[in-house]
């Protein structure tokens, strides 16, 4: 009997040493405390609140877990507003939602609980706007982006045909003169063989 009078005094000890250290804001040597007191769904409620302020979200997750299991109405209230708050850190609002109404279920009067719903919800409201907006103007960009390529390259193919119909139009003088150089040449030749058809015809 002595024996477990005297484990129950060690753990109350403990625990009263964890909440002045977490009181404190010493956070690591509240764990260390809160680990050396017997198992129960208290421990693990305290464990999770440290592990939280020494932002090991995943391990917070875990114990806050394990302390929603308690029958306890006001431990278990307090375990989902806190494993709300994990999700919250997390960025997963959708079940940090649903942590507080938890929460709330258990304690309609619970007001941080209530007040962290509405603020969560509020967010995840303006975060859909804001992404709706964004995709608004990515699609604005997209086609403005597309219209702009369009038009460059309507552009490009009018300069390009400007180049052709200019190049066609060098050829076409090229071939003219040398057309007419041609034509002149073969009669320069007809009057030479003409003059000297001449020329034999007097000798």
């Known amino acids: 009997m002595k024996f477990i009078i005297l484990i129950g005094i060690i753990n109350f000890f403990y625990n009263y040493l964890?909440?002045?250290?977490?009181?404190?804001?010493?956070?690591?040597?509240?764990?260390?405390?809160?680990?050396?007191?017997?198992?129960?769904?208290i421990k693990q409620y305290n464990l999770g609140c440290s592990e939280f302020r020494l932002n090991n979200l995943e391990l917070s997750e875990k114990h806050l877990k394990l302390a929603t299991k308690s029958d306890d109405k006001v431990l278990k209230s307090y375990s989902?507003?806190?494993?709300?708050n994990v999700y919250y850190q997390k960025?997963?609002?959708?079940?940090?939602?649903?942590?507080?109404?938890?929460?709330?279920?258990?304690?309609?009067?619970?007001?941080?609980?209530?007040?962290?719903?509405?603020?969560?919800?509020?967010?995840m409201k303006k975060q859909k706007e804001e992404e709706k907006e964004e995709n608004k103007n990515n699609f604005q960009n997209s086609v403005s982006n597309k219209n702009n390529k369009n038009?460059?390259?309507?552009?490009?193919?009018?300069?390009?045909?400007m180049q052709y119909k200019n190049d066609l139009n060098e050829v076409e003088k090229k071939l003219k003169v040398e057309d007419y150089?041609?034509?002149?040449?073969?009669?320069?030749k007809e009057m030479e063989k003409n003059q000297n058809n001449n020329t034999k015809t007097r000798w």
């Open 18 to 41: 964890g909440i002045y250290y977490f009181n404190k804001n010493d956070y690591k040597n509240s764990k260390i405390y809160f680990e050396k007191t017997e198992n129960s769904f």
């Open 80 to 84: 989902y507003y806190n494993l709300g």
């Open 91 to 123: 960025n997963d609002y959708q079940k940090a939602v649903l942590s507080y109404i938890e929460a709330l279920k258990i304690n309609p009067d619970f007001y941080e609980a209530r007040y962290n719903l509405s603020y969560v919800l509020l967010k």
């Open 151 to 161: 038009k460059k390259n309507q552009e490009q193919k009018q300069n390009s045909n």
């Open 181 to 188: 150089n041609f034509k002149k040449n073969m009669i320069m």
